[in-house]
């Protein structure tokens, strides 16, 4: 696992000071860091999960066209290993030097938007990421931008009127993080030395690897390794489950894996490629997918998880496969510097068995844009509209013939079997027949060959084998009622 560079310290930039750490646990979390290490505790701990938001902060990062954005991003389950290079902007830094309060503090306090004051600090960060992105935000912004907060005590209609009224204190050109972005891009870029990171020894260690070969090569080398994008998954597996996950690899600053392309009526995403990163280039090309990106977590979540983290953790319950599998998407996977594309219907095998081979990894996606004429629909039921985890999540996509006839169908499920599944024996039953009410009710039968679903917390058995039937109902409904958009996206809470 040599290395042309190796570092052994940590370096990003935290409020207005860089930080160099070179003792550095592979599990620690920047919440605990920031409150422990630091002192600094305006940034809460609440659920520990990644669901409330009482702990986000902002990171701000370069991106490959060389600028720097700041997303809002759950402390509590991001790992401070993942922060070489980055700036990392907690709520005492907003205030000015002679103790002004920053437009959103000010905003937040004149509406009253607090009462304990336990999860204010959460809705200010999130609030001024939007604000920095957004001076003047639309409703339905400002409710996207809080989906990842909690407030237990004043309901939120105080923080909304807090959030429309932000500018009226001051303009977005007077903020030091927008004012000061050319010279925090310079100190940014002073700090990426092009160094492979390697922290700890043994088995206790992580490494950050300082591109895409080297990354290849590290894994190659320590296929054991635990391998960590966003970690709104792996975070919960430490905080939570309290499981090793030593030693890791950070990736989520490989800006290689970062890249979107379109072309020729396909769309490539580097593994690396966060929700919101995602989220424009597939809502403007595949819209049904715009609506499903925005059920997923809180936007903190959509800041730090990845596609292609979601397809490799394999879980039955990850609410991109099935959509993706319905748009006969595929895989690039590579070891080494071999690689082998299959597709994604085929990566997944068993429960918590991918056909990934020992130090081999995602690499990218591929992803066919469905032809103008053909139906594509993606439904989520969940108890909760907003922050769930599914239920049952069904992915349609149908082609009819010019008699009416159906010339092909794929369905597939999230949330039915072990992993997520095409209904094969469903669409074999609509297959080159009429699509017309008979037909999908007779074939709403066949999906007990395709699934035997499990009772669990989130849904009985018998609802998911219901819910599943009436998808497949509404998705009739839907492809033929006049007017209705030939690509549609509707979702439930149970």
Known sequence: MAAANIRSELRFILNGRDVALSDVAPDQTLLDWLRLARLLKGTKEGCAEGDCGACT????????????????????????GSLDGCHVVTVEHLAAGDGRLHPVQQAMVDYHGSQCGFCTPGFVMSLYALWMQSPNPTDQEIETALQGNLCRCT?????????????????TEKDPLLAERQAMIA?????????????????????????????????????????????TDVGLWVTKHMRDITPVVFIAGLQEMKAITVQD???????????????????????????????IGGQQVRNMGTIGGNVANGSPIGD??????????????????????????????????????????????????????????????????????????????????ADGTVAAITIAYGGMAATPKRAFAVEKALLGQSWTEATVE????????????LTDMRATAEYRAMVARNLLLRFYVETTTSGEATQVSRYEAA
């Open 57 to 80: 902060v902002l990171v701000g990062r370069l991106t490959p066209a060389g600028g720097l954005v700041y997303e809002g991003v759950n402390a509590c389950i991001r790992f401070l």
């Open 155 to 171: 309901g939120y209609e105080p923080i909304l009127r807090a959030a429309r009224a932000i500018s009226s204190y001051g303009g």
């Open 187 to 231: 100190r940014l870029k002073a700090l990426a030395d092009g160094a492979r990171v390697e922290i700890g020894e043994g088995k206790k260690r992580f490494v950050v690897p300082t591109d895409l070969d080297d990354f290849a090569a590290v894994l190659e080398a320590e296929p054991a390794a635990t391998v960590v994008a966003g970690s």
């Open 265 to 295: 009526g396909v769309i490539t995403l580097g593994a690396g490629v966060t929700y919101s990163e995602a989220i424009a280039t597939l809502s403007r090309h595949i819209p049904a997918l715009g609506p499903l990106i925005t059920r």
């Open 320 to 401: 991109t496969p099935p959509a993706l599998i319905a748009l006969g998407a595929s895989v690039t996977l590579r070891k080494g510097a071999e690689r082998r594309t299959i597709p994604l219907e085929d990566f997944f095998i068993a429960y918590g068995k991918q056909d990934r081979q020992p130090g081999e990894f995602v690499e990218s996606l591929t992803v066919p844009v469905p032809p103008a004429a053909e139906k594509f629909a993606v439904y989520k039921v969940t108890k909760r509209r907003d922050e769930d985890i599914t239920a049952t999540l069904g992915a349609f996509r149908l082609a009819l013939a």
């Open 442 to 453: 007779a074939a709403m039968a066949k999906y007990a060959e395709d699934y035997t679903p």
